[in-house]
């Protein structure tokens, strides 16, 4: 929800890659990723996850995790259900503020991923693509 009005054009958030693995080039995209996942790739996860600053991290964990079926640890299922799939970059990218807006057919707000910066950093950008009122879902 909008805290305040923004104005069409004005940049809403600016969110950094938080966690990131690899797709395999074995990998198989019409079975689950999750499934697929070797134990290379959890200890990868579990690091970045630990890694994360502690902020970042209590986003993390209050994810949902509940439609990843198994008897898979904590962290990997929630980075499943919320990460997305960039198959151009042969990457599973979770960030962690843009994964909480939901999905318009109407929407009032754009999404762009700038893949690589000075920095060499992901970040995703929000920006309003007509005036949001404040209280207003984006």
Request: aromatic share 6%; hydrophobic share 40%.
């Amino acid at each position: 929800m909008a805290a305040r009005d923004i104005r069409m054009g004005e940049v809403i958030v600016l969110d950094k890659l938080a966690i990131k693995l690899r797709i395999r080039p074995c990998y198989d995209f019409n079975r689950p990723l999750i499934e697929q996942l070797c134990d290379e790739d959890v200890d990868s996860l579990l690091r970045q996850v630990d890694n994360l600053p502690s902020e970042a991290k209590l986003m993390f964990y209050k994810l949902e995790a509940e439609d990843c079926p198994g008897d898979w640890v904590k962290e990997l299922r929630i980075f499943s259900v919320n990460s997305r799939l960039n198959r151009t970059l042969k990457g599973i990218r979770l960030f962690l503020n843009t994964i909480l807006l939901n999905h318009s057919c109407a929407p009032n707000a754009v999404r762009e991923t700038f893949e690589q910066t000075k920095d060499g950093d992901v970040r995703v950008e929000v920006r309003a693509i007509k005036d949001i009122n404040k209280g207003e879902e984006i």
